[in-house]
Nanobody, 125 residues
Framework: VQLVESGGGLVQPGNSLNLSCAASGFAFETVAMSWFRQAPGKEREWVAIITSYGGIIDYLKSVEGRFTISRDNAKNTLYLHMNRPLPEDTATYYC???????????????????WGQGTQVTVSS
């Protein structure tokens, strides 16, 4: 199993950024996928989840309305569109493979069995 994030970088507040996560080595279309983030000195925090065919999507309250999670099962790729990012969104962003297709327990790290290496996002003017 491999999860490889890309698309991070420096972005100004109010602009947008698109993150991608290329998945391989498993049946991507059968499991839920999430984005997490971790800022320096803080615990890893769940950001968003999407079930296998996008039937259920949920977000951390502080990003709801600004971030959009999506997936392309034909390309085995997970996305996170970050619209109007804020300085407090600065973190390393990770994609994670859930052990099943359930949306509940989305914020529990124990519910995930594989993680990407992360991509750094810095929001600053």
């Amino acid at each position: 199993v491999q999860l490889v994030e890309s698309g991070g970088g420096l972005v100004q507040p109010g602009n947008s950024l698109n993150l991608s996560c290329a998945a391989s080595g498993f049946a991507f279309e059968t499991v839920a996928m999430s984005w997490f983030r971790q800022a320096p000195g803080k615990e890893r925090e769940w950001v968003a989840i999407i079930t296998s065919y996008g039937g259920i999507i949920d977000y951390l309250k502080s990003v709801e309305g600004r971030f959009t999670i999506s997936r392309d099962n034909a390309k085995n790729t997970l996305y996170l569109h970050m619209n109007r990012p804020l300085p407090e969104d600065t973190a390393t962003y990770y994609c994670a493979k859930k052990k099943n297709n359930a949306w509940y327990g989305a914020d529990q790290l124990s519910g995930y069995d594989y993680w990407g290496q992360g991509t750094q996002v810095t929001v600053s003017s």
